[in-house]
């Protein structure tokens, strides 16, 4: 079993629908929690930062963690075509060697006009 | 700000050949730097970190190997590639903060170098 799973998906919706991510993780130590997108060929690039438990929000993007049931959410309103990308979830211990990131697989997302 | 990069963007090269990937961060001190592959369609995997100058940790054992010659340049090496080596190599780096802080674990990507060993 992975450390972290997630849909690889195709997760396909109309634009302006609301996307929902999610990650399961298993280890109990995780405690920064981070959601990356990536477009085709490029470098993921950092979206959301949260820390320990609860909800973030930064305009259309919303991020909740949930220790007790070791699951993490992304949730993006107002969906556009420009949103279409892979979304990969990623989490660390607090003082793990190397400061290392553990990812799960990614979902891919595609926004339609 | 800080900016790092990578080269070459792409690269083709034949079985048996040496690599040689080139990582470099700028506007920033005594980062740790780390080397990722991605298989298509695939999540990241962690080849190796530095938390400084000729310290490396390897992650996978492989065909590969990583050096870090300068503070801030990063390189992934191979004596003779292998048709398994293909992938997206990715470079990133992590600025180290005091004990608790919560940016210490954010890593920024490069642009990546896309390798096809045929």
């Known amino acids: 079993q992975k450390e972290v799973e997630q849909d690889p998906g195709p997760l396909s919706v109309p634009e302006g629908a609301i996307v929902s991510l999610n990650c399961t993780y298993s280890?109990?130590?995780?405690?920064?929690f981070m959601w990356y997108r990536q477009y085709s060929r490029k470098g993921p690039e950092l979206l959301m930062y949260?820390?320990?438990?609860g909800n973030k929000e930064d305009g259309r993007f919303t991020a909740q963690v949930d220790k007790s049931s070791k699951y993490i959410s992304l949730f993006i309103r107002d969906s556009q075509p420009s949103d279409s990308a892979t979304y990969l979830c990623?989490?660390?211990?607090?003082?793990?060697?190397?400061?290392?990131?553990?990812f799960g697989g990614g979902t891919r997302v595609l926004v339609k006009p | 700000s800080q900016t790092i990069h990578q080269w070459p963007a792409t690269l083709v090269q034949p079985v048996g050949s040496p690599l040689s990937l080139e990582c470099t961060v700028e506007?920033?001190?005594?980062?740790?730097l780390y080397w990722y592959r991605q298989a298509a369609g695939r999540g990241l995997q962690l080849l190796f970190y530095s938390v400084g100058i000729g310290q490396i940790s390897s992650e996978v054992p492989q065909n590969l190997s990583a050096s870090r010659p300068q503070d801030r340049q990063f390189i992934l090496s191979s004596k003779k590639l292998l048709l398994s080596d293909s992938g997206f190599y990715l470079c990133?780096?992590?600025?180290?903060?005091?004990?608790?802080?919560?940016?210490?674990?954010?890593?920024?990507f490069g642009p990546g170098t896309r390798l096809t060993v045929l």
């Open positions: 506007g920033t001190s005594n980062p740790n």
């Open positions: 990623a989490m660390s211990r607090i003082k793990a060697a190397g400061n290392k990131l553990t």
């Open positions: 280890n109990s130590a995780f405690q920064y």
């Open positions: 990133a780096w992590t600025i180290l903060g005091t004990s608790g802080r919560a940016y210490e674990n954010e890593q920024f």
């Open positions: 949260t820390y320990s438990s």
